[in-house]
């Protein structure tokens, strides 16, 4: 007698499977999030996989192959078809990932009434909220004229069937973990059906050159299946990153088939839905033309753009116990690590003061570029003076306290010039002007070594 179905353990964060259960994945690193799944053996032949994977395929020379040129597809926003590479791709596979009520859906909303506008057929299939509330948030996203094609189903085999019929250039699925196949057993939203839906319509979008964006809920308990399960299947990944108390969100790729990852779009959520932010390398400064004390100024690469950003730091002598270190924006290890470096080698003492940090704005930076600007908010916030106005720092702190060169010096020089900064304290480049050319109007001043800043800033 065959056996009808198969036990594995499998974790709900990173789809990892093991032979028996444990209360930590060594794939991810989390804790009780491996639960047992019986896998059904589907009957040869019966599922919709294995109908198209009967379609017998020929081996071909590659060097024979000419690909067509893509064409793709604006989805309206110029930032977030940057994102995906350049546009929708006929056939492609997106996966928008963010913790809930980030606006995935009010951005897939948005896309889906812009390709319906301009004569695209789209199937917006709803698992996890109603044709009302649908229908208001077209409205609040002025699409309430726009006839978006939506269907509110949560089974695979009738979504498949409407695809079939339809024939759509773009299907939206919100949400992958509200689908289910009625071949499976398991319960929708476990690592199984989430994966199995997936390649189920992953072949349909390969077959019909239909472009599938799927939008996965970032989830904190094991119940339901992350994102990260399908990453490696589908073929571009995208975060919605941001802080749900500021207005900003961040759209990521972590991975794309059809494009360089990480780039980022930036975008603001309004009560009309989201909008792309226009000066986005000037978002993030606040004080720019009051120089306040403890408040640096630095450039970062996000992707291939350049934000300015402000980093704050308050240093104050401790009046009770052990002084505190809180750093938001970066790791705190970061900032021990830094304190250390600042007090060997430019004689200050903090080991009496508490320290507080911050990148304004809410933004997380983990890029090495800013180590000297942090420096400099700390060592401003110490002295009491506020570092002097269109001054910029990039540079990398070693151990020994030399600064050394971050990649894209260029680009962040020119980025800062284009801001109007006048100034900026960076490392010995290898060459002279190996930076910036004799016409660019920002002048460098360079620092080998953190025990010099001082002199520099005050
Ligand atoms: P939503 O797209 O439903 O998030 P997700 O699909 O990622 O769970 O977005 C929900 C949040 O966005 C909710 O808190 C309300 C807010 N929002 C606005 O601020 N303005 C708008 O125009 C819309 C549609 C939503
Ligand atoms: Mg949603």
């Known amino acids: 007698m065959p ?9 709900s964060n990173c789809g ?19 639960s047992e799944f019986k896998q059904p053996r589907l009957k040869q032949g019966t599922s919709r996989v294995s109908q198209l994977q009967s379609d017998s395929q020929e081996i071909v020379d590659l060097s024979s192959c000419k690909p067509s040129a893509i064409s793709r597809n604006s989805c309206g926003f110029p930032e977030v078809d940057r994102v995906l590479g350049g546009g929708i791709v006929p056939g492609s596979l997106v996966l928008v990932g963010g913790n809930p009520g980030i606006g995935k859906s009010t951005l897939l909303l948005h896309i889906a009434g812009f390709a319906t506008a301009n004569n695209l057929s789209v199937l917006y299939v709803s698992g996890e909220e109603s044709l009302e509330q649908l229908s208001l948030r077209s409205k609040r996203l002025g699409l309430s004229k726009v006839p978006i ?17 339809l024939k759509p250039s773009i299907v939206i699925i919100d949400s992958i973990q509200t689908i289910f196949s009625e071949e499976l057993e398991s319960a929708p939203g476990s690592v199984s059906q989430v994966r199995d839906c997936t390649a189920i319509l992953m072949k349909y979008a390969k077959h019909s050159q239909t472009a599938l964006f799927l939008i996965g809920h970032v989830t904190k308990d094991g119940a339901i299946a992350g994102p990260r399960v399908l990453e490696h299947m589908v073929d571009t990944v995208l975060y919605f990153e941001g802080d749900s108390s500021y207005q900003y ?12 990852s990480g780039e980022i779009a930036l975008l603001a959520m309004s009560d009309r839905g989201l909008e792309e932010v226009k000066n986005a390398s000037e978002f993030f400064l606040m004080h720019r033309d009051t120089p306040q004390v403890g408040t640096a100024i630095v450039p970062i690469l996000e992707g ?16 009770f116990g052990l002084p505190q270190r809180v750093a938001s924006g970066i790791n705190p290890k970061k900032l021990s690590l830094l304190i250390a470096v600042l007090e060997r080698y430019t004689g200050v003492s903090l080991g009496d003061h508490d320290i507080f940090f911050n990148i304004t704005g809410g933004l997380t930076v983990s890029e090495p570029a800013i180590d000297v600007s942090i420096a400099a908010a700390l060592l401003s916030s110490f002295r009491n003076t506020p570092i002097r106005n269109g001054l910029a720092f990039i540079g990398e702190l070693g151990l020994g306290g030399e600064i050394r060169p971050v990649n894209n010096m260029t680009l962040r020089l020119k980025e800062l010039e284009g801001m109007g900064f006048k100034e900026c ?11 910036i050319s004799p016409h660019m109007n920002i002048q460098l001043i360079t620092c080998e070594n953190i025990k010099y800043l001082g002199d520099i800033l005050f």
């Open 149 to 165: 094609n939506v269907f509110t189903e949560t089974a695979t085999e009738p979504i498949l069937n409407t695809i079939d019929t």
């Open 304 to 319: 291939s753009r350049i934000l300015v950003v402000e980093l704050q730091s308050l240093v104050n002598p401790t009046h």
């Open 3 to 11: 056996k009808k179905t198969k036990t594995i353990y499998m974790c």
């Open 249 to 260: 969100r961040i759209l990521r790729t972590v991975k794309n088939r059809f494009g360089p």
């Open 16 to 34: 990892e499977d093991f032979p028996k259960w444990q209360g930590h994945c060594q794939h991810c690193g989390q804790w009780d999030t491996i």
């Open 425 to 435: 304290v960076v490392p010995r480049p290898k060459k002279q002007n190996d930076w």
